[in-house]
C-alpha cells in the first residue's frame, strides 16, 4: 500500500515534496499526468492523494470527480490557481481540502497529518525510520514493509506504546502472550532477539530494544 500518491507535473517540485514527506515516514508514488494517476489508483491501494489541477491531457479536476466515483480516498489539492471558482470547484468535486502555491511546507504537512488523523485515526506510530500503521498491523523500516510475525508485531506494539519505560519480562510475557499461554516464558527472549534483527541496525549492540538486567526491557 502507497499512504500518498502525488500528482504534479512539475518533476522538480514533484520530487522536491517527495522527499519532504519521505522525510516524515511516508510511503510515496510520483505522477506527472491525470490518467496515469487513474491506473495507479485503480491497481494499488493509496491512502491520500496529493493532485495538482493544471495537468497535461486530462486535468485535476477530472481526476478528483473521477476518484469520487468510486472512492472516498482523501484527495488534497495543491495548485496555482487561486480563484474563488476554482477552490469552490475542487472542493464542491469532494476534494478534502486546497491549499494554494506556492505554499508553506510546514503547514502543507500539517495539514496532511492532520487528513490523516481524520480519516484513520491516531493510528500511526513514529519513531525516527521506524513505522507502525495500527489499522493495517504493518511496521516499516526506512519504507520498506518488514515481516513480523503476529507475536512480534504485538511485542513492538507493546514496547514502542511504552518508550521510555522498564518493563517487567512478566508483565510483557503476559500482556502477549497471555497467563494462560503453554508457551515458556524463555520465548520472549527469542521474540525479543527475533525483533532486533529487523530494526536494529547492529542487533548485537542495539539501540532500541535495551536489555534492562534484573527487570526486562526497554524501548529508547
Not at 472512492?71 to 477552490?87: H, W
Not at 513480523?148 to 519480562?169: D, F, P, R, V
Not at 520465548?187 to 541496525?201: Q, S
Request: charged share 30%.
Amino acid at each position: 500500500m502507497t499512504d500518498i500518491l502525488i500528482v504534479e507535473d512539475n518533476t522538480e517540485l514533484g520530487s522536491l515534496l517527495c522527499d519532504f514527506l519521505k522525510a516524515e515516514n511516508y510511503t510515496v508514488h510520483l505522477v506527472t499526468k491525470g490518467e496515469d494517476a487513474l491506473e495507479y489508483f485503480e491497481e494499488e491501494k493509496v491512502r491520500l492523494v496529493v493532485l495538482d489541477i493544471m495537468l497535461p491531457g486530462m486535468d485535476g479536476f477530472a481526476v478528483c470527480q473521477k476518484i469520487r466515483e468510486y472512492s472516498d480516498t482523501p484527495v488534497f489539492i495543491l495548485s496555482a490557481r487561486t480563484g474563488k471558482e476554482d477552490k469552490l470547484n475542487g472542493l464542491l468535486l469532494g476534494a478534502d481540502d486546497y491549499m494554494e502555491k506556492p505554499y508553506d511546507i510546514d503547514i502543507m504537512l500539517a495539514k496532511i497529518k492532520g487528513l490523516f488523523k481524520r480519516r484513520y485515526g491516531s493510528d500511526t506510530m513514529i519513531d525516527g525510520n521506524l513505522k507502525i500503521d495500527r489499522v493495517r498491523r504493518l511496521v516499516f523500516l526506512d519504507g520498506q514493509e518488514l515481516n513480523l510475525t503476529t507475536k512480534e508485531y504485538e511485542l513492538l506494539l507493546l514496547l514502542m506504546e511504552n518508550k521510555g519505560k522498564s518493563l517487567k519480562k512478566e508483565w510483557l510475557f503476559n500482556k502477549v502472550w497471555g497467563f494462560d499461554s503453554f508457551s515458556e516464558p524463555q520465548t520472549l527472549t527469542v521474540h525479543i532477539k527475533w525483533l532486533r534483527e529487523k530494526i536494529e541496525e547492529n542487533p548485537k549492540a542495539p539501540k532500541r530494544i535495551l536489555t534492562v538486567w534484573g527487570v526486562g526491557y526497554r524501548f529508547e
